[in-house]
């Protein structure tokens, strides 16, 4: 299905949000603007999302997985490709982003699309390369980040991150 990214946007911008966050889970929603470029992407740039399996992993507010239905994604128990937007790994759940990562590469039959901070790339390219899958950044976003707790002092913040590309196409020796 094709769908013009402002289009996608708009649509996406009817999913409703978080009503009670909880800190402990980062649960921070995905907003309609990244989550279009993201879907975009990997929509018209790799075809892996109109008529494949695609499964949200920690989907929180779902809004990955709304977009990718409205481009043609089907449902099953298989998933050919696995898009996420997981926790940072930071704050109270260090490691989190990698442990979300490790399952969806064990899910995900043709690729992995996850957003990570930038300033983390060097990390996970280690934990790609120990995994022996390939890591190709697609794209450099600004993760819009609203206030969503009472300790937020700014009404927003912007996030430097990268969406990914993980694949298990073998890495060159």
């Not at 709304?66 to 043609?72: E, F, P, Q, Y």
């Given at each position: 299905m094709k769908l013009k990214l402002k289009e996608l946007e708009s649509?996406?911008?009817?999913?409703?949000?978080?009503e009670n966050p909880k800190l402990l889970l980062e649960q921070y929603p995905t907003r309609p603007h990244i989550a279009a470029c993201m879907l975009y992407t990997?929509?018209?740039?790799?075809?892996?999302?109109e008529n494949k399996m695609v499964a949200d992993l920690g989907c929180g507010c779902g809004?990955?997985?709304?977009?990718?239905?409205?481009?043609?994604?089907?449902t099953s128990k298989t998933f050919d490709t696995v898009i996420m937007n997981p926790p940072f790994g930071t704050k109270h759940n260090k490691?989190?982003?990698?442990?979300?990562?490790?399952?969806?590469?064990?899910m995900a039959q043709t690729a992995v699309y996850s957003l990570h901070k930038t300033s983390t790339?060097?990390?996970?390219?280690?934990?790609?390369?120990?995994?022996?899958?390939?890591?190709?950044?697609?794209?450099?976003?600004?993760?819009?980040?609203?206030?969503s707790y009472k300790f937020h002092k700014k009404s927003s913040v912007d996030i430097e991150v990268d969406l990914?590309?993980?694949s298990s196409e073998k890495l060159p020796n």
């Open positions: 649509r996406l911008q009817q999913v409703d949000g978080f990997i929509h018209n740039t790799f075809d892996d999302i809004v990955l997985s709304i977009g990718s239905v409205m481009l043609g994604a089907g490691g989190m982003d990698m442990t979300f990562l490790k399952v969806a590469l064990q790339r060097k990390h996970i390219q280690k934990k790609a390369d120990d995994w022996k899958v390939k890591m190709e950044v697609i794209a450099e976003l600004r993760y819009d980040l609203p206030a990914i590309r993980f």
